[in-house]
């Protein structure tokens, strides 16, 4: 008789057993800078100097929503905040996109999980101006602006070979060191926080979470302690 578990593949690992314990200072009111983008500068320098244990700390998910109210989620690249808000950009006909204009309500979420933390954001998107959205493109390198032409996102191909063969057309089109305009229909999204959440993570499952929230009548913010 053959051993029939010689050839079989070796089975996952079972959620339900696999824990991390934080261990951390944990995260207390009287350390909060009064406004909540503030506290994200500090927050996002700290995971950016992180480099061997962050990847890529400007990652966060995007979850948005249909008009119908059915979510999805993707993980796209944060280019810039400030003040205002928090900046990404995409295809204006991708599924992100068509979903905020149907429902600008969205959910930005940073998980940094080396470090024990996640920051939480709910707000709205709006589109950000043309010109900010041509001055973030002239930054891209020259691959990533013909990728931005090249891919008609969440649209169904047919094979990579369709999207390779788009790629090599524009390449051809626009050599290394010549501009490569903006596409018309590529730009940037400004999500303005109505709340801020500062998760840090604790033993036990006592986890800090400190979120402001924005009052809508006087534009000022509170801080609120949650449960974890």
Do not use: C
Request: charge should be negative; charged fraction near 25%.
């Amino acid at each position: 008789m053959t051993d029939s578990s010689a050839s079989s593949p070796e089975s996952p690992p079972e959620p339900a057993g696999m824990r991390e314990q934080y261990v951390t200072d944990g995260l207390a009111e009287t350390e909060l800078s009064a406004d909540p983008m503030d506290q994200f500068a500090l927050w996002f320098k700290e995971a950016a100097r992180e480099t061997a244990l962050v990847h890529e700390p400007n990652a966060m998910v995007v979850s948005t929503a249909d008009a119908e109210g059915r979510p999805s989620s993707r993980t796209v690249l944060l280019k810039a905040f400030d003040e205002r808000g928090f900046v990404f950009f995409t295809n204006y006909a991708s599924r992100k996109a068509r979903e905020l204009s149907a429902n600008p309500y969205v959910s930005l979420l940073f998980p940094w999980h080396p470090m024990a933390r996640q920051v939480i954001v709910t707000g709205t998107a709006t589109r950000v101006g043309r010109e900010e959205t041509v001055a973030y493109f002239r930054t891209r390198p020259h691959g990533s602006q013909l990728g931005a032409w090249a891919s008609a996102q969440s649209s169904v191909l047919v094979s990579r070979e369709e999207l390779d063969r788009s790629y090599a057309d524009l390449a051809a089109r626009y050599p290394e060191g010549e501009q490569v305009p903006a596409p018309p229909n590529w730009g940037g999204f400004r999500v303005s926080p109505r709340t801020v959440e500062f998760w840090q993570g604790r033993t036990n499952r006592l986890h800090d979470r400190l979120r402001y929230a924005r009052d809508t009548e006087s534009g000022a913010w509170r801080v609120e302690r949650l449960s974890p």
